[in-house]
T-cell receptor
Framework: EAQVTQNPRYLITVTGKKLTVTCSQNMNHEYMSWYRQDPGLGLRQIYYSMNVEVTDKGDVPEGYKVSRKEKRNFPLILESPSPNQTSLYFC??????????????FGPGTRLTVT | AQSVTQPDIHITVSEGASLELRCNYSYGATPYLFWYVQSPGQGLQLLLKYFSGDTLVQGIKGFEAEFKRSQSSFNLRKPSVHWSDAAEYFC????????????FGKGTSLLVTP
């Protein structure tokens, strides 16, 4: 089954404790991205990656890091989480190139609480 | 850069009534347009998308949307709403010059009354 998986689904942590949210897709997609969703603000893009070793900032990259060492994985790293990073996070992937539809497939979401 | 506006934060309709959710975008060329639905506590599900061609697109669950270039709009419609349609609806726009990253509207929350 084609899917995007995220782990963990729920996480409660404390300020300053480094954490990683994993994202993996099994569709051989080139493009992957991370969004955060906050009430009244919709989804905002944090980082995206056009392919392996190619990443770029989205609209709200401050406080986050990403890496793309393998095509299927795109982890989101919070080096020193703060309470304003409490949010619902979504990973997404899509195919690129001629003839593709660029439809983004979303993971189930990770609800992060930073105290 | 492209942007999306969903003018209605909340909409309430009676079950069986028709529905129209508004979406306006800002982009210099023809963008890629999407509508997603998010049920409470769930992830995002794609309802429909527009890339080119016929400006009236059909989606899942009986939804349709019409792309109107002159109005920079991509409104979502359904002839008869069911209670299960209560959810948050997001319009999104993507463009080739931004790596096809999606810009989302802030969402419209749909409440369906008996």
């Amino acid at each position: 089954e084609a899917q995007v998986t995220q782990n963990p689904r729920y996480l409660i942590t404390v300020t300053g404790k480094k954490l990683t949210v994993t994202c993996s897709q099994n569709m051989n997609h080139e493009y992957m991205s991370w969004y955060r969703q906050d009430p009244g603000l919709g989804l905002r893009q944090i980082y995206y990656s056009m392919n392996v070793e190619v990443t770029d900032k989205g609209d709200v990259p401050e406080g986050y890091k990403v890496s793309r060492k393998e095509k299927r994985n795109f982890p989101l790293i919070l080096e020193s989480p703060s309470p304003n990073q409490t949010s619902l996070y979504f990973c997404a992937s899509s195919s690129q190139g001629p003839g593709q539809t660029y439809e983004q497939y979303f993971g189930p979401g990770t609800r992060l609480t930073v105290t | 850069a492209q942007s999306v506006t969903q003018p209605d934060i909340h909409i309430t309709v009676s079950e069986g009534a028709s529905l129209e959710l508004r979406c306006n975008y800002s982009y210099g060329a023809t963008p890629y347009l999407f509508w997603y639905v998010q049920s409470p506590g769930q992830g995002l599900q794609l309802l429909l998308k527009y890339f080119s061609g016929d400006t009236l697109v059909q989606g899942i669950k009986g939804f349709e949307a019409e792309f109107k270039r002159s109005q920079s709009s991509f409104n979502l419609r359904k002839p008869s709403v069911h209670w299960s349609d209560a959810a948050e609806y997001f319009c999104a726009v993507g463009a080739p010059n931004s790596g096809y990253a999606l810009n989302f509207g802030k969402g419209t929350s749909l409440l369906v009354t008996p």
